[in-house]
């Protein structure tokens, strides 16, 4: 559920003022009177709780969920428990979107309550610097000049945030280093489309950053949805990194530059990601995979295989790819240029291409796109 450092939250309502506040419909009228704490996901819930089930492939955690209240479709809505609240939507993520601005209003910053930060003596804040209310800097953090720590962010001891770098919502360990410009615990990519266009989902995570991480220059790490978005202990992460909302990323990871990761996918310990990748999201990648750059990555990885190409597939695999992709490009290459010598005759008297293993001869043979 949101950390009460960054959200202050309003409620509680009952089930039946929220559905009558969005448009919606009770399951059951009988469940009206339910009242309602806060918002959580399926498999965090507790029995004050609403979440939202809105795909079929979060059945088994909507059967097992301790939720008091959902929110879902009707025809989504098959496997309830008796004492479960329902709300039925035809549109239950746009509704999903108002309930939570319902119990988390955006705050204007003059009417927050204003708790001092706590900074240990032995920090160094270079000029320019802001440090919000309520933040916690531990002993040697060094603040380089201009960047903002946001209110409620927690830095474990030794930290370094690099000029004009921002932090918010975010809890993050020991002998962390920031580098300049990095962006950390801004709101997630989070729309769902409305009768009027996207509708911006509330983004209520946060960022929970392990000790000895180390984040590049201009990287752009997302909060959680309503989760954590997570990064392990000892990864190091290149400049110009884009981590969406709800990734969870383990130990020892290493990510090079320009890689895109997409919302909740998960990633195992010591996974290392070529530069320019590009990630699915909902998807899960084994502990050591390895991919090579540029790779683009959509269905899930077993753990300790090397990956390249787009869509990628194993590294010995790719190689083939490639390999013959170039023996077929030379040998159309090589009949072109025999028929132009010969001034371009009919098929009869066109040489036939070297045999490609693998490759059928009529498709070895066939004229180049946009050849005559």
Not at 158 to 170: E, L, N, T, Y
Not at 191 to 211: A, H, K, N, S, W
Not at 321 to 345: C, F, M, S, V, Y
Request: with cysteine.
């Amino acid at each position: 559920m949101p950390d009460p450092r960054f959200f202050q939250r309003a409620g509680p309502f009952s089930l039946a003022e929220l559905a009558a506040r969005v448009g919606a419909a009770l399951g059951d009228a009988a469940a009206g009177a339910l009242t309602i704490s806060d918002l959580a996901p399926l498999d965090e819930a507790q029995p004050g709780d609403l979440s939202l089930f809105a795909e079929p492939r979060h059945g088994a955690a909507f059967a097992a969920t301790a939720a008091g209240a959902v929110l879902t479709t009707a025809a989504l809505a098959t496997a309830r428990r008796a004492t479960m609240g329902l709300i039925l939507s035809d549109a239950p993520r746009v509704h999903y979107a108002a309930i939570a601005r319902l119990f988390y209003p955006e705050v204007a910053l003059d009417t927050a309550p204003h708790v001092p930060p706590t900074i240990a003596p032995d920090c160094r804040i270079e000029a320019g610097a802001a440090i919000g209310a309520g933040a916690v800097l531990g002993a040697r953090c060094r603040i380089a000049s201009n960047a903002v720590i946001a209110p409620g962010v927690m830095l474990g001891d030794d930290c370094i945030v690099g000029a004009g770098a921002s932090i918010s919502h975010a809890l993050i360990g020991r002998a962390v280093e920031i580098y300049p410009g990095a962006r950390i615990g801004t709101p997630g990519f989070g729309f769902v489309p409305g009768e009027r266009g996207p509708v911006r989902v509330p983004q209520l995570g946060r960022v929970v950053i392990g000790d000895r991480v180390e984040i590049g220059a201009n990287t752009t790490i997302d909060r959680g949805a309503l989760g954590d978005t997570v990064i392990g202990a000892g990864t190091m992460i290149d400049n110009l990194v884009q981590i969406a909302h709800n990734v969870r990323i383990g130990l020892g990871c290493v990510i090079a530059a320009q890689v895109g990761i997409a919302g909740s996918t998960r990633i195992g310990d010591g996974v290392m990601i070529g530069g320019q990748s590009a990630i699915a999201d909902h998807l899960t990648i084994g502990a050591g995979v390895r991919m090579a750059a540029r790779s683009g990555v959509m269905r899930d990885v077993p753990a300790g295989i090397t990956i390249g190409g787009a869509p990628a597939v194993p590294i010995r695999q790719w190689h083939r790819q490639t390999a013959t992709l170039e023996q077929l490009a030379e040998a159309r290459r090589l009949g072109n240029g025999a028929d132009k010598a010969r001034g371009e005759p009919g098929t009869a008297d066109r040489p036939r291409p070297a045999r490609i293993r693998g490759v059928p001869r009529r498709l070895a043979s066939a004229p180049a796109v946009g050849s005559r």
